[in-house]
């Protein structure tokens, strides 16, 4: 009795310590973000938060129906996807330039292409946040700002290090192999299976009375295009009504998509983490998918570097070029070490799959 009394004291302490840093933080972020003088819009709990992550959007379903308070900036911004619903819609009401303050970071909104051409040329005056969890975005006292794309860069290694975790000199290697991938040929892979994906959706949304999975269908387009032009797999599209849905992921396009939907997830709760049998089940489907995709990885390495061995040209696919590419460096020092290899690979995929998804979506909404 006695000790059940002392945990939930203990557990009671650790929340009111948590949420009293919390405050002390986002009073501290907010108090620098005010200098600068753009619109500001003040969230009370970070989009990294781990725990947050596993909840947010429930908690942000069930808030809104709330009287009176269900209409704020918390039902507004405070969970991943907001962007989708709200498109441009907050740059109108506050301008091309404005400022999500919360108690992890601020996060600097920009939608002015002269502007943004400006960020991505300055490179050292905007240096990617390299640093898990970063400290506040926004750095007044070294005069720098950090910019934020949407994920924080260091718990992207979850398959190894890669071009979006590295910087310096390992970023220029990481960077001259990753270009070569990026040729003719596999542009001419990418055109003509992004020409039969969007001829097969179409063909699909034919026969429904109403299209209401837009941004479903543009998902399954881009990672079919990825995984033809990744891997060289390809697959038949499939609207989101006629998928079947599976608890398991069988292949490696239902691991890959299984990883990548939930790669949020893998990052913030870690690999180790999800392997622990006691999760419930949907936690242990998505660490068997991140195995499962692991292992095709390195099917495909080996594959690659048996059919190089013998003198055998493969596809022009991301992973053959990156393997052949890597291998004919004349120096050893800058070739990709095998997790370099499969860091690389899976950050294509991640960097391709969302961002062409989005683009997809709001072109077509
Ligand atoms: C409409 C689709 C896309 C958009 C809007 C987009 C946007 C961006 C942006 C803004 C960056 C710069 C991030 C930074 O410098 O910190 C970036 C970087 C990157 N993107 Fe994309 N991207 C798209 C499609 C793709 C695709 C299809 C791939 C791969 C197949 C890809 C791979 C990458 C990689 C590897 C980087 C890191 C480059 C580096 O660090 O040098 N992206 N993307």
């Given at each position: 009795m006695a000790f059940s009394r002392a945990l939930g004291l203990s557990w009671a302490c650790l929340a009111i310590a948590w949420c009293v840093y919390s405050w002390v933080s986002l009073l501290r972020n907010y108090l620098i973000a005010r200098k600068i003088g753009i619109p500001l819009r003040v969230i009370?709990?970070?989009?990294?938060?781990p725990f947050w992550m596993i909840i947010d959007r429930s908690v942000a379903i069930f808030w809104r129906k709330l009287p009176f308070i269900g209409n704020g900036n918390f039902t507004r911004y405070c969970w991943r996807g907001w962007e989708v619903g709200d498109k441009c819609r907050s740059h109108l009401e506050m301008g091309p330039v404005r400022m999500h303050v919360s108690p992890g970071r601020n996060e600097v909104y920009v939608c002015d292409p002269d502007a943004l051409l400006e960020i991505f040329r300055r490179r050292t005056d905007f240096p990617r946040p390299l640093e898990l969890f970063g400290k506040s975005s926004c750095d007044l006292a070294n005069q720098r700002f950090f910019l934020l794309i949407s994920f924080d860069t260091a718990i992207l290694n979850v398959f190894g290090s890669n071009l979006a975790t590295v910087d310096g000199e390992q970023w220029k290697k990481q960077r001259k192999i990753a270009a070569s991938c990026f040729n003719e040929t596999n542009n001419a892979i990418v055109w003509s299976e992004s020409l039969s994906q969007a001829n097969d959706m179409v063909r699909y949304w034919n026969t429904r009375p109403s299209i209401s999975n837009i941004a479903d269908d543009s998902r399954t387009l881009s990672l079919h295009v990825l995984s033809r032009a990744g891997f060289g797999k390809s697959f038949k599209f499939q609207g989101h009504l006629e998928k079947v849905a599976s608890p398991v992921a069988k292949n490696y396009k239902e691991s890959l998509q299984m990883v990548l939907d939930n790669c949020v997830l893998i990052m913030a709760l870690g690999t180790d983490f999800l392997a622990k049998p006691w999760l419930p089940a949907r936690l242990r489907r998505v660490h068997h998918a991140y195995v499962a995709f692991q292992d095709y990885l390195v099917d495909l390495y080996e594959s690659e570097k048996r059919s190089m061995a013998e003198g055998r040209s493969t596809g022009q696919t991301l992973m053959s070029t990156l393997v052949r590419s890597s291998a004919a460096e004349a120096r050893p020092e800058m070739s990709l070490t095998e997790r370099e290899l499969y860091g690389n690979m899976f950050l294509l995929n991640f960097a391709g799959h969302d961002t062409t998804t989005h683009t997809l979506t709001f072109a077509l909404m």
């Open positions: 009370p709990i970070s989009h990294g938060n």
